[in-house]
T-cell receptor
């Protein structure tokens, strides 16, 4: 079965520091990969997505992610975190017109 | 980008009553809509997949008689929680794929249900 693993439940970084959130997927073919952010009590906002082509994708709010087939990973990065980035981050994948399979999420806290 | 709207965004009801949540694709036609449920501090769990004009497909463990899903048009799907109980309190989120099917799902803002 398809699955998404986010190994880190909670990460705390200092404002201005760099960030990397890990995501691993299990799927035979090349999946469609997504990163979403969710603020408390809010819906999901798409940060970026990978379907094919360049393995380094740029998203909104200064985020980027790199698809590495050899590692089955799609880690999310940001060079300098802002306090407003504190939220829950979900990695997800599907194979086209199928439901998204979500990871359990990583909660990001930002300290001054 | 494509917009999916859910209504209501927040609802409180008494135990035993039924609640209907609407999910609309505002600027595109959605062949398939997915309903997710999210408990506090947890991830999204798929409840069911609904295709326009056909019966919804429910995930294992989801009671189809309790969570009625109707997808009568290409722009509207509804989730009705029947005879709601406090354990049904949750955050319900719908998502939709477009007829053009780019592979991307577009999410509604979510509906928070609290059953007293």
């Amino acid at each position: 079965a398809q699955s998404v693993t986010q190994p880190d439940i909670h990460i705390t970084v200092s404002e201005g520091a760099s960030l990397e959130l890990r995501c691993n997927y299990s799927y035979g073919a090349t999946p469609y990969l997504f990163w979403y952010v969710q603020s408390p009590g809010q819906g999901l906002q798409l940060l970026l997505k990978y379907f094919s082509g360049d393995t380094l994708v740029q998203g909104i709010k200064g985020f980027e992610a790199e698809f590495k087939r050899s590692q089955s990973s799609f880690n999310l990065r940001k060079p300098s975190v802002h306090w407003s980035d504190a939220a829950e981050y979900f990695c997800a994948h599907n194979s086209g017109n199928t439901p998204l399979v979500f990871g359990k999420g990583t909660r990001l806290s930002v300290i001054a | 980008g494509a917009v999916v709207s859910q209504h209501p965004s927040w609802v409180i009801c008494k135990s035993g009553t039924s609640v209907k949540i609407e999910c609309r694709s505002l600027d595109f036609q959605a062949t398939t809509m997915f309903w997710y449920r999210q408990f506090p501090k947890q991830s999204l769990m798929l409840m069911a997949t609904s295709n326009e004009g056909s019966k919804a497909t429910y995930e294992q463990g989801v009671e189809k008689d309790k969570f009625l899903i109707n997808h009568a048009s290409l722009t509207l799907s509804t989730l009705t929680v029947t005879s709601a109980h406090p354990e049904d309190s949750s955050f319900y989120i719908c998502s939709a794929t477009a007829v053009t099917n780019t592979g991307e799902l577009f999410f509604g803002e979510g509906s928070r249900l609290t059953v007293l």
